[in-house]
Nanobody
Framework: QVQLVESGGGLVQAGGSLRLSCAASGRTFSRYDMGWFRQAPGKEREFVAAVNWSGGSTYYGDSVKGRFTISRDNAKNTVYLQMNSLKPEDTAVYYC?????????????????WGRGTQVTVSS
C-alpha cells in the first residue's frame, strides 16, 4: 500500500510556471507507475501525465504535451510535475495517483491509490 501527498499548488499568472510534488510513503515506491490527473469544477477528471516505475517512459495528455513534464526520484519517493506556459484552462485540483507497474502508460485507468489533491489556479 502507498500513501500520497501532493504539494506545490498555488496561484500563478498565465504564462507562468509551477512545479508540483507528490511524496509517497512506503519502501516500494519503485514498484509503482505514477500519474497526475486534474479535475476542474463541473468537469470530469482528466488524465495529465504518467511515468513508469523507472522514470524511463512517460506519457502525456494532449492538452499538456510540450508544456508539462513528469519525472520521478525513486531515492526520494517523489514524483514531480513541472508545468510551464500555464493557461487559465489549466486551473484545477491536481491529483497524484499510483498503480502497480505492468500496464501500458497509455492505458490511463485504473489507478488504485490517490492523493487528496492540490489546487492550481491560473489567472488571465
Amino acid at each position: 500500500q502507498v500513501q500520497l501527498v501532493e504539494s506545490g499548488g498555488g496561484l500563478v499568472q498565465a504564462g507562468g510556471s509551477l512545479r508540483l510534488s507528490c511524496a509517497a510513503s512506503g519502501r516500494t515506491f519503485s514498484r509503482y507507475d505514477m500519474g497526475w490527473f486534474r479535475q476542474a469544477p463541473g468537469k470530469e477528471r482528466e488524465f495529465v501525465a504518467a511515468v513508469n516505475w523507472s522514470g524511463g517512459s512517460t506519457y502525456y495528455g494532449d492538452s499538456v504535451k510540450g508544456r508539462f513534464t513528469i519525472s520521478r526520484d525513486n531515492a526520494k519517493n517523489t514524483v514531480y510535475l513541472q508545468m510551464n506556459s500555464l493557461k487559465p484552462e489549466d486551473t484545477a485540483v491536481y491529483y497524484c495517483a499510483a498503480r502497480s507497474t505492468g500496464l501500458s502508460l497509455s492505458y490511463t485507468a485504473p489507478y488504485g491509490y490517490w492523493g487528496r489533491g492540490t489546487q492550481v489556479t491560473v489567472s488571465s
